[in-house]
């Protein structure tokens, strides 16, 4: 409900009413969806983040790293911003470390990652940190670890380009949108819809909250 209230400027009455709404019209498989948020705007200047890459316990190519970034670009050139790789650390791709059962602990997984890599070169330099790692949750795609400004993607997962733009909304000051608020864009979080639609798109509200 609290993404809820942020989205809708705390109105607990129209929050309940589209939740209710959401369970009373979602049928089996079929996605409740109202709308497919589409603002497009046209950005003054192109805004880059520059990317440190860092694998453990994957089998990602250089390739799927760049289709990732591509994929990225593609979604938040749209917004203004432009992610570039700088480097690539696989010291540990083949270390034998799961995160399985920590995909809703942010804490852990950084300090569990922290035994193996050190980011204090990257945070120095305003890097986004992006660290890819194989998964068995097949609909776990990423997660935003605010600690040290990264993102953890499944290297393995069905729509990697798309996790890793959701995350990095969040380091872009976006929250997650609700999914049963059967608005649908990028930052929809959870429910059918993610794993059915992949939108891509923000809304008017969610364009001026990012950094100018």
């Given amino acids: 409900m609290s993404l809820c209230l942020q989205d809708y400027n705390n109105d607990t009455s129209l929050c309940y009413s589209k939740c209710l709404s959401y369970?009373?019209?979602?049928?089996?498989?079929?996605?409740?969806?109202?709308?497919?948020?589409?603002?497009?705007?046209?950005?003054?200047?192109?805004?880059?983040?520059?990317?440190?890459?860092?694998l453990i316990n994957t089998n990602i190519s250089d390739s799927g790293i760049k289709q990732t970034i591509n994929g990225m670009n593609t979604i938040?050139?749209?917004?203004?911003?432009?992610?570039?790789?700088?480097?690539?650390?696989?010291?540990?791709?083949?270390?034998?470390?799961s995160f399985d059962?920590?995909?809703?602990d942010p804490n852990r997984i950084t300090e569990r990652l922290q035994q193996h890599y050190d980011f204090s070169s990257s945070i120095e330099k305003g890097h986004i940190i992006l660290v890819f790692s194989d998964m068995k949750n097949p609909y776990f795609g990423g997660i935003h670890l605010p600690n040290i400004t990264?993102?953890?993607?499944?290297s393995n997962?069905?729509?990697?380009?798309?996790?890793?733009?959701?995350?990095?909304?969040?380091?872009?000051?976006?929250?997650?949108?609700?999914?049963?608020s059967g608005e649908?864009?990028?930052?929809?979080?959870?429910?059918?819809?993610?794993?059915?639609?992949?939108p891509t798109n923000l809304n008017e509200k969610q364009y001026e909250m990012l950094p100018k």
């Fill in 23 to 54: 369970w009373a019209n979602q049928r089996g498989s079929q996605c409740y969806v109202t709308s497919n948020e589409t603002y497009l705007p046209k950005p003054n200047a192109m805004k880059t983040r520059t990317v440190d890459a860092y």
């Fill in 76 to 97: 938040w050139n749209v917004y203004g911003f432009n992610f570039s790789i700088e480097s690539v650390n696989n010291t540990f791709s083949k270390e034998n470390e």
């Fill in 101 to 104: 059962g920590l995909e809703t």
């Fill in 150 to 154: 990264g993102v953890f993607v499944a």
């Fill in 157 to 180: 997962y069905r729509n990697t380009s798309w996790a890793t733009s959701h995350e990095a909304g969040h380091i872009l000051n976006l929250w997650d949108k609700p999914y049963y």
């Fill in 184 to 198: 649908i864009n990028l930052m929809t979080h959870g429910g059918c819809i993610r794993d059915n639609f992949y």
